[in-house]
């Protein structure tokens, strides 16, 4: 069984920072893209930014410059976030995919709220 665990969402002001951690455990395939999603209420779940094992990252036009996705050997995904702005609050969501299995993983969710 694949468990994601997230952690290091709170409240931040504009333009500071954050770093969000994913580790992931269980029987995972060497080959996985690791990623970031985030709900804001009453949008869609959106694509921040993912990591394949092979090290091809892929970012949302709207952090592309600010987010900085990272990955460890141990299957753990990093999200550093820099220059927050009050429209990246949402719930973040740490994914798994599992190409060969066509199997995708999703954390709990971590919240995200940048105010004054």
């Known amino acids: 069984q694949v468990q994601l665990v997230e952690s290091g969402g709170g409240l931040v002001q504009p333009g500071g920072s954050l770093r969000l951690s994913c580790a992931a455990s269980?029987?995972?395939?060497?080959?996985?893209?690791m990623g970031w999603y985030r709900q804001a209420p009453g949008k869609q779940r959106e694509l921040v930014a993912l990591?394949?094992?092979?090290?091809?990252t892929n970012y949302a036009d709207s952090v592309k410059g600010r987010f900085t996705i990272s990955r460890d050997n141990k299957n753990t995904v990093y999200l550093q976030m820099s220059s927050l702005k009050p429209e990246d609050t949402a719930v973040y969501l740490c994914?798994?995919?599992?190409?060969?299995?066509?199997?995708?993983?999703w954390g709990k969710g971590t919240l995200v709220t940048v105010s004054s």
């Open positions: 994914n798994l995919h599992l190409p060969r299995l066509g199997s995708d993983y």
């Open positions: 990591m394949t094992s092979g090290g091809t």
């Open positions: 269980g029987s995972i395939s060497s080959i996985n893209a």
